[in-house]
Every structure is written in structure tokens, then in C-alpha cells.
């Protein structure tokens, strides 16, 4: 495979892991933003169980206790969906992690190659500069000879 074609490889491999590093800092910011999301609720949900508790010591009627319990139970239920929300935000934060270093080992990869490309292209020109060297040197002693 030629040089250009491979530093064109790597500039597509460099692109992807941009896009895959972007992708990556997008699910961090929305993990980051659900637990942020979960603490209000959690401390919404505290507040609301401290005034509960406050009105009860002033005394509560049946219907008013059921109504608030009931609220009580629905903001339960939210934080348990959030718990699940919470594994599949986890779970994108560490595949689109997975994906990032998949793309920087490709990368890496590429580079490796154009490397090696080089390096043997800058052999083969000492090669080709020593044979030219040695066959002057030959022309030379064979032009003294005669």
C-alpha cells in the first residue's frame, strides 16, 4: 500500500477517533447530568418525607396521609427507574469508551505502518546512495588503471 494512501487511512482514522472521543464526552456530560437529576429528586424526596413528618406531628386526617404516602411511593418508584436509567447511562459511558480506544489503537496502528513505510523508504534510499557510491568508486578506480 502507498504512503498517500495510508496517510490517508490515518487521516479517516483520526477523524473516527475525534468523532469516537466527542461521543465519549457527550456520555460522560449525560451520565453527569443523570446523577445530577437523581440528587435533586433523592433531595426532593427527603424534603418531602421531613414536611411529611412535620405535618403528622400536627396531625394528619386518613385521606391526607394516603395522598401524601401515595406521593411518597410515586417519588420511590421515579428513583427506582432512575436506578435502571442509571446502569444504561453507565453502560454507554463505557461502551462509547470502548469504541474511543478501539479507534485510538487504529490509529496508533496506521501510524505504526507509515512509520515502518518510511523507515524502510529512507533504507532502501541509504541502499540505493551506497551502490551509486560504490559504483563510482569502482568507475574511479578502473578510469586510474588505465
Do not use: P
Request: hydrophobic fraction near 35%; glycine fraction near 4%; include cysteine.
Amino acid at each position: 500500500m502507498s504512503e498517500r494512501a495510508l496517510e490517508l487511512i490515518l487521516e479517516q482514522a483520526k477523524e473516527k477517533e475525534h468523532n469516537a472521543f466527542l461521543a465519549l464526552e457527550q456520555a460522560k456530560r449525560d451520565l453527569d447530568g443523570f446523577y445530577l437529576q437523581r440528587e435533586q429528586i433523592e433531595k426532593y424526596r427527603f424534603d418531602y418525607c421531613r414536611q411529611l413528618t412535620e405535618r403528622g406531628q400536627n396531625g394528619l386526617t386518613g385521606s391526607q396521609f394516603s395522598h401524601l404516602h401515595k406521593f411518597l411511593g410515586q417519588l420511590d418508584e421515579t428513583l427506582a427507574q432512575q436506578a435502571a436509567a442509571g446502569r444504561e447511562f453507565e453502560r454507554q459511558v463505557e461502551q462509547c469508551a470502548d469504541i474511543w480506544q478501539e479507534t485510538r489503537k487504529a490509529r496508533k496502528s496506521v501510524e505504526w505502518l507509515l512509520e515502518k513505510k518510511g523507515a524502510e523508504r529512507e533504507q532502501r534510499l541509504a541502499r540505493q546512495e551506497q551502490k551509486l557510491m560504490d559504483e563510482f568508486a569502482t568507475l574511479q578506480s578502473a578510469r586510474r588503471m588505465r
